[in-house]
């Protein structure tokens, strides 16, 4: 399957945009799928992801299960080169900018799957469809 | 002084004895510049051989020689096993039944507490069995048809090959573990290159399926029949499909069990059940719903 990264329309001068990579962690052999949100999209995902609730720090974690479907993994290529590790319905959020991570809760995996269908392209319906099953909790 | 502990029984007490003062400073200061000494939890944790730990007893030790108080040697895990397995050589030297009756020695080492006597049996007896000592690496040599297991039983292999003991540490640490995949760990190839079958070859698969990524592990230098003991280190892999979508490979360890290493993520000894893989082919194996086959990486097998 071939990795397609999105072009993105030119940004309107004076305004940084977010480029947001997000890569399904799916595969053992091949590697993973990888796509880049366009610029609504990512603006809604930060927007999501403010809008969570923290976790404590010491809550376990469902653990994924190591082949199949792992999660999500967002990298904003901003300067700050955030990560957010998306699972479960927990999103981890590495390197804030005080070398933080934080835990956010993602109530019925809303975020995850509202990611997953952004990268229906580079996935295809198959793999599109086994992604959206397991974040509903069907496989 | 120091507290050796050889960590080897399941059982029995494990042996122990103490060093006094005068011997420990220069052995800690070898260890101290060796780079030899590991945590507790690396290299092998099975049933066996787990190499020695040494505790220091007194509280200057650690500061004069920069070392933790308690540390492993040549389990398996460290970053310089070969000259772990030398360290660890000089301790065993030092190994006597009167310094296991030191007053510091809690576990009794008493023949009526089930303690084996320390001598010069034992001490043969671990050095040779330590993970961190070369030749930790076994040869399983082609075996009596009604001698094998069902697996081997069932690909008709009656192939000699080798088998390594499981070192998850080597492929987990941040530098590695993104960059290596199921088919890096399977063919024991850290090449940092996410390997797919065939590409170093020039005859990388197209298809996900047991024929395509067969073809390309076998350009590489994969086996599929019995590889000749001059191709040693043959590692026995074997091969599954997530049809259409990617394929997984495990390789066969010296413990008896198969390790893996789905994608960027640990090399592990279990399955998606969390239980310890005996066999592939039973395995819960996820999305892999396909068992292609078992075959050989052998010394000639190259993978990019």
């Given at each position: 399957?071939?990795t397609?990264i999105?072009?993105?329309?030119?940004q309107?001068?004076?305004?940084?945009?977010?480029?947001i990579q997000i890569?399904a962690?799916?595969?053992?052999?091949r590697?993973?799928p990888?796509?880049?949100l366009?610029?609504?999209?990512?603006?809604?995902?930060?927007?999501?992801v403010?809008?969570?609730g923290r976790?404590?720090a010491?809550?376990?974690s469902?653990t994924?299960?190591?082949?199949?479907?792992r999660?999500?993994?967002?990298?904003?290529?901003?300067?700050?080169?955030?990560?957010?590790?998306?699972a479960?319905?927990?999103?981890?959020?590495?390197?804030e900018?005080?070398?933080?991570?934080v835990?956010?809760?993602?109530?019925?995996?809303?975020v995850?799957?509202?990611?997953?269908?952004?990268g229906?392209s580079?996935?295809?319906?198959?793999?599109?469809?086994?992604?959206?099953s397991?974040?509903?909790?069907?496989n | 002084?120091?507290k050796?502990?050889?960590?080897i029984?399941?059982?029995?007490?494990?042996?122990?004895?103490?060093?006094?003062?005068a011997?420990?400073g220069?052995?800690l200061?070898?260890?101290?510049?060796s780079?030899?000494?590991?945590?507790?939890?690396?290299?092998?944790?099975g049933?066996?051989n787990?190499?020695?730990?040494?505790?220091?007893?007194?509280?200057?030790?650690?500061?004069?020689?920069?070392?933790?108080?308690?540390?492993?040697?040549?389990g398996?895990?460290?970053?310089h096993?070969?000259l772990?397995?030398?360290?660890?050589e000089?301790l065993?030297?030092t190994?006597?039944?009167?310094?296991?009756?030191?007053?510091?020695?809690?576990?009794t080492q008493?023949?009526?507490a089930g303690?084996?006597?320390l001598?010069a049996?034992l001490?043969?007896?671990?050095l040779e069995?330590?993970?961190?000592?070369?030749?930790s690496?076994?040869?399983?040599?082609?075996?009596?048809?009604e001698?094998?297991?069902l697996?081997?039983?069932a690909?008709?292999f009656?192939?000699?090959?080798?088998?390594?003991?499981?070192?998850?540490?080597?492929?987990?640490?941040?530098?590695?573990?993104?960059?290596?995949?199921?088919?890096?760990?399977?063919?024991n190839?850290?090449?940092?290159?996410?390997a797919?079958?065939g590409?170093?070859?020039g005859?990388?698969?197209h298809?996900?399926?047991?024929?395509?990524?067969t073809?390309?592990?076998?350009?590489?230098?994969?086996?599929l029949?019995c590889?000749?003991?001059n191709?040693?280190?043959?590692w026995?892999?074997?091969?599954?499909?997530?049809?259409?979508?990617?394929?997984?490979?495990?390789?066969?360890?010296?413990?008896?069990?198969?390790?893996?290493?789905?994608?960027g993520?640990?090399a592990?000894?279990?399955?998606?059940?969390?239980?310890?893989?005996?066999?592939?082919?039973?395995?819960?194996?996820?999305?892999?719903?396909?068992?292609?086959?078992?075959?050989?990486?052998?010394?000639?097998m190259?993978?990019?």
């Amino acid at each position: 399957m071939a990795t397609i990264i999105l072009a993105t329309p030119a940004q309107p001068a004076g305004q940084m945009r977010r480029r947001i990579q997000i890569e399904a962690d799916v595969f053992s052999g091949r590697p993973n799928p990888v796509w880049e949100l366009s610029e609504d999209d990512a603006a809604a995902f930060l927007s999501r992801v403010e809008a969570l609730g923290r976790l404590p720090a010491d809550m376990p974690s469902a653990t994924p299960e190591p082949l199949g479907y792992r999660g999500l993994i967002a990298t904003d290529r901003h300067e700050t080169m955030r990560r957010y590790r998306i699972a479960r319905g927990v999103i981890v959020v590495e390197r804030e900018p005080n070398g933080a991570t934080v835990r956010l809760s993602d109530p019925g995996r809303a975020v995850e799957i509202f990611l997953i269908r952004t990268g229906r392209s580079v996935l295809g319906d198959e793999l599109l469809s086994y992604l959206l099953s397991d974040a509903a909790g069907r496989n | 002084m120091l507290k050796i502990t050889a960590d080897i029984f399941s059982g029995r007490p494990n042996p122990e004895w103490i060093i006094e003062e005068a011997q420990a400073g220069p052995l800690l200061k070898d260890l101290s510049l060796s780079g030899a000494p590991a945590a507790m939890e690396s290299g092998f944790q099975g049933l066996g051989n787990r190499g020695l730990i040494v505790e220091t007893l007194s509280d200057h030790h650690q500061k004069d020689f920069n070392l933790p108080d308690r540390f492993r040697l040549a389990g398996g895990g460290g970053a310089h096993e070969g000259l772990a397995a030398e360290l660890a050589e000089k301790l065993l030297a030092t190994m006597t039944q009167e310094r296991a009756s030191h007053p510091m020695i809690v576990e009794t080492q008493s023949k009526e507490a089930g303690a084996a006597p320390l001598d010069a049996n034992l001490r043969k007896f671990i050095l040779e069995g330590l993970p961190g000592r070369q030749g930790s690496v076994l040869t399983v040599e082609p075996r009596a048809a009604e001698e094998l297991k069902l697996e081997e039983h069932a690909a008709s292999f009656l192939c000699g090959f080798e088998a390594g003991l499981f070192n998850p540490g080597f492929w987990n640490d941040p530098a590695h573990i993104g960059k290596n995949n199921c088919y890096n760990y399977a063919s024991n190839h850290r090449t940092n290159t996410f390997a797919q079958p065939g590409r170093a070859s020039g005859h990388m698969y197209h298809a996900i399926d047991c024929a395509d990524v067969t073809n390309g592990a076998v350009s590489d230098g994969a086996s599929l029949t019995c590889a000749p003991p001059n191709q040693a280190p043959r590692w026995f892999m074997a091969l599954v499909i997530a049809p259409g979508w990617d394929y997984h490979w495990y390789r066969k360890s010296r413990e008896g069990f198969w390790g893996h290493k789905p994608g960027g993520t640990a090399a592990r000894n279990t399955d998606n059940s969390g239980v310890i893989i005996h066999d592939p082919r039973f395995a819960n194996r996820g999305p892999y719903t396909i068992f292609c086959r078992f075959m050989f990486a052998q010394r000639k097998m190259v993978v990019r």
